[in-house]
């Protein structure tokens, strides 16, 4: 089962409807964001990803939206598919953290459900 | 190969013993990334390598922890003396550049009891 002390932020969605997840970031050297799908058991998946000199990017059926002026970044997903249950995580780079390596400081998830 | 291999899958290991991951990056991938999630939800970034070279470890705990990525072997990770709050699942991700697109393995669950 699920561990003791599990919480994640949930969405539920009726399949064919939109589905708007929000991420807020803190850091406001972050230059490159990206959109991750992890279904159970398997590893992050990309989905999309965003500059910072840009404030919206499509993609098939997903578009993301990046706010830098509240440091907020969304993702949408046009007609939800059950295909599309999964927890989705917000990445954030910043060049100048660490060693400069771009290592990705991650979000801290939400999971989508789709309703048949 | 066309993934990021990773091995084991699972892991049981008591309080106390040693711990190895192995992770085959992509063929062509210069880049590693090894994280760590915790109840399947904050991911936690441990340590990076261009080719066999530590590139960024600030992530990584000095005292338990090391990692290599050796010619023509796969990468690993290591844990000395596991502690109970080393469970969780250990990513291995590979990228053609430093800034480029992470490709993520399955992960290899570890579970200290």
């Known amino acids: 089962g699920e561990s003791v002390g599990l919480h994640l932020p949930t969405l539920s969605v009726q399949e064919g409807d939109n589905s708007i997840i929000n991420c807020a970031y803190s850091n406001s050297a972050s230059d490159y964001f990206i959109w991750y799908k992890q279904e159970s058991g398997k590893g992050p998946q990309f989905i999309i990803d965003i500059r910072s000199n840009m404030d919206k990017r499509q993609g098939q059926r997903v578009t993301v939206l990046l706010n830098k002026t509240v440091k907020h970044l969304s993702l949408q997903i046009a007609a939800t598919q059950p295909g599309d249950s999964a927890v989705y995580f917000c990445?954030?780079?910043?060049?100048?953290?660490?060693?400069?390596?771009?290592?990705?400081?991650f979000g801290k998830g939400t999971k989508l459900s789709v309703i048949p | 190969g066309e993934e990021v291999a990773q091995t084991p899958k699972h892991l049981v290991r008591g309080e106390g013993q040693k711990a190895k991951l192995y992770c085959a990056p992509i063929?062509?991938?210069?880049?590693v990334f090894w994280y760590q999630q915790v109840l399947k939800n904050e991911f936690k970034f441990l340590i990076s390598f261009q080719n066999e070279n530590v590139f960024d470890e600030t992530g990584m705990p000095k005292e338990r922890f090391s990692a290599k990525c050796l010619p023509n072997s796969p990468c690993s990770l290591e844990i000395q003396a596991t502690k109970l709050e080393d469970s969780a699942v250990y990513f291995c991700?590979?990228?053609?550049?430093?800034?480029?697109?992470?490709?993520f393995g399955e992960g290899s669950r570890l579970t200290v009891l």
């Open positions: 990445a954030e780079t910043d060049p100048y953290s660490g060693a400069g390596s771009y290592q990705l400081t």
């Open positions: 063929k062509g991938h210069s880049y």
């Open positions: 991700a590979s990228s053609q550049s430093k800034a480029g697109e992470l490709f």
